[in-house]
């Protein structure tokens, strides 16, 4: 968990956000961010490319292949893919494509078997993707079976979550969380369980549905009975990461406690606590973004992660999973329901307007985003995203001003350092 000075310079940085009057000095003005990003094919096709294609990407949990010879049929990025428990205990990930002729060898969502079938000639593959039989082996002359095996894809865990990326060069998962990874240690992503999972059919673009989850700054217009009766907005702490990530640390409204989806209490039910969660996520909204499509609060009763997956320029996917403690034999117990039936109507709040943004960013009027310093997680992602692209790649009305310096990305903050001179002045 957070260590003492970390928690206190949180605490000293939501009475600097609360009575500030403008943006940190030295923050730089945002340049508006191009409103084609949103709608245009052409931004899409190089987000596909570079974007979906060189990062890690949030595939699978432990829970959804436990055994040896599970397996999951993964298509959500665009790609096909199985996801396999390796009898050696490592989950393997290929790319669902039979090295003959390129048909599946997995057509069902999930299951479990010895062996990986392809249904069209009876190539047989193993749980390490290596090819050991075909049919009619003798009409092959010479075939060298070591040659064939399935190709695989980089696959990584992170406690009981599996991750995948399509780039053979891109860093070691550990290093893309980069701090992330030790922050996280407290939320026990090794113990929790998942709870359960969905997806949302959305009618705008996938990143429309995330940024309305990197900001707090729409809270009070479009969350008004739900979100804003727990959350201070105007206390609100953004962390830049390197990679894209960000962090936001939003407290609750002093000598109020509000209802939310963190209350140890839902309804009647009582709830099990992730007893290592520290202070700032018990008492404030902690919520992640990691590059480049998922975002998550969490808390010491369970938590949800939300990653966003694009379905064409100006149509998406949210795909919802939530976690908590284990409660062991039997169905999960009846306070889930009412959690996620909460968290489901804050959703519906979100997503709701986002098809009217949609409609609206592909008008004539539409041309770009100002972006406001409560908003800097969202410009700082275009920031990364451009560089993961190459800004040569991408036509010069779609790019963005890298104008966000490494003197704002954690472990710096200029803002303590504003601090410590306005007391020193007092």
């Keep these: ?103 599946p060898v997995v057509t ?44 695989q894809v980089r696959c990584e865990r992170f406690g009981k979550l599996i991750f995948v990326t399509f780039d053979p060069a891109a860093p070691a998962l550990t290093d893309w969380l980069g701090p992330f990874a030790e922050e996280w240690a407290e939320f026990q992503f090794d113990n929790t369980r998942l709870v359960d999972q969905y997806i949302w059919d959305l009618d705008c673009n996938w990143k429309i ?34 990679h894209g990530h960000g962090r936001m640390v939003a407290p609750g409204w002093e000598n109020k406690e509000g209802e939310n989806y963190r209350a140890a209490k839902v309804g009647q039910f009582e709830r099990p606590e992730i007893n290592t969660v520290g202070e700032i996520g018990r008492t404030c909204t ?64 979100d997503t709701e307007f986002g098809t009217w943004i949609q409609k609206s960013q592909e008008s004539y009027g539409f041309t770009g985003v100002p972006l406001s310093y409560q908003e800097a997680r969202i410009y700082h992602w275009h920031q990364a995203a451009d560089a993961l692209i190459g800004a040569e790649n991408i036509p010069p009305e779609l790019r963005v001003v890298p104008v966000i310096g490494d003197e704002w990305i954690a472990p710096n903050d200029p803002r303590l350092g504003e601090m410590a001179l306005q007391e020193a002045a007092e």
């Design 286 to 349: 902690q919520s992640y973004n990691l590059f480049p499509n998922w975002v998550s609060p969490l808390g010491p009763t369970g938590y949800f992660i939300l990653n966003f997956w694009p379905n064409g320029p100006t149509k998406s996917k949210l795909e919802v999973r939530w976690f908590g403690p284990d409660w062991g034999e039997g169905p999960r117990p009846a306070f889930w329901d009412a959690t996620i039936s909460y968290l489901n109507s804050v959703l519906e709040e």
């Design 209 to 242: 549905a995330m940024e309305a989850n990197m900001e707090v700054y729409h809270v009070p217009n479009i969350h008004p009975t739900t979100v804003a009766l727990g959350l201070d907005h105007r206390r609100n702490v953004n962390t830049l990461y390197p």
């Design 1 to 103: 968990m957070m260590d003492a000075a970390a928690v206190a310079n949180l605490r000293a940085l939501m009475g600097y956000e609360a009575a500030r009057t403008a943006p940190p000095r030295d923050f730089p003005r945002l340049p508006d961010v191009p409103g084609g990003r949103y709608t245009d094919p052409r931004f899409h096709a190089l987000e596909r490319e570079h974007v979906w294609r060189k990062s890690w990407l949030l595939a699978a949990h432990m829970d959804e292949v436990p055994q040896h010879g599970c397996f999951k049929l993964w298509e959500t990025a665009g790609q096909p893919v199985v996801i396999v428990h390796a009898r050696s205990g490592e989950i393997n990930a290929f790319y669902n494509t039979c090295s003959h002729r390129g048909a």
């Design 108 to 151: 069902q969502e999930s299951g479990r078997r010895a062996r990986m079938t392809c249904k069209y000639h009876g190539w047989v593959y193993d749980d390490e993707g290596k090819l050991v039989s075909i049919r009619d082996a003798e009409d092959f002359d010479g075939l060298d079976f070591s040659c064939r095996s399935l190709r």
